[in-house]
Antibody, heavy 118, light 108 residues
């Protein structure tokens, strides 16, 4: 059974950084990539980026390029998403989700609420 | 703004059929997948590769594509199908991924 378990909620001040973790289980971690998707309150889904757990290749959405870094630790089957220079517009639920590059996303984490507030 | 456009909301009578569309030029070249999201929950994959259903998804969900438009059809809608639905594919350049704008389905 595939599971993606994310770290807990975060409250950050504007200008700070946040790092969300996503621990995978139930499959061979290196055989699939991990997407990061966010959803602002009352809004739709927004794709942020993707990383290959096999070779570390990444691809980021233009909107967050330069502020986001996605990494993996294959020894612990964990993916990480770090977002810097936070503003109130970054307040959202952040999801990690399994998928090969440019194809369907078949399993999702439970989501992590990141609140940016002064 | 998203390169994949969906109608904001549709309604369907219980047991009837509803079709949700997703329009974008990139759909001529790349597969679409569809996700159902209920309030407070993570999305769930319901269709991949334009018209394939994952195991465990009821067969009342089906997908298709014609030209630049992908469609998700619910045949015999149930009360539990009430949710937001999103399409997903690559953008026109093929170098990034994008979600559709989302459609809220109400079952009357």
């Amino acid at each position: 059974q595939v599971h993606l378990v994310q770290s807990g909620p975060e409250v950050k001040k504007p200008g700070a950084s946040v790092k969300v973790s996503c621990k995978a289980s139930g499959y061979t971690f290196r055989t699939f990539g991990i997407n990061w998707v966010r959803q602002a309150p009352g809004q739709g889904l927004e794709w942020m980026g993707w990383i290959s757990a096999y070779n570390g290749n990444t691809n980021y959405a233009q909107k967050v390029q330069g502020r986001v870094t996605v990494t993996t630790d294959t020894s612990t089957s964990t993916a990480y998403m770090e977002l810097r220079s936070l503003t109130s517009d970054d307040t959202a639920v952040y999801y990690c989700a399994r998928g090969d590059w440019g194809t369907e996303i078949d399993f999702w984490g439970q989501g992590t609420l990141v609140t940016v507030s002064s | 703004s998203s390169e994949l456009t969906q109608d904001p909301a549709v309604s369907v009578a219980l047991g009837q059929t509803v079709r949700i569309t997703c329009q974008g030029d990139s759909l001529r070249s790349y597969y679409a997948s569809w996700y159902q999201q209920k309030p407070g929950q993570a999305p769930v994959l319901v269709i991949y590769g334009n018209n394939n259903r994952p195991s465990g998804i009821p067969d009342r969900f089906s997908g298709s594509r014609s030209g630049d438009t992908a469609s998700l059809t619910i045949t015999g809608a149930q009360a539990e199908d009430e949710a937001d639905f999103y399409c997903y594919s690559r953008d026109m350049s093929g170098t990034h991924c994008v979600f559709g704008t989302g459609t809220k389905v109400t079952v009357l």
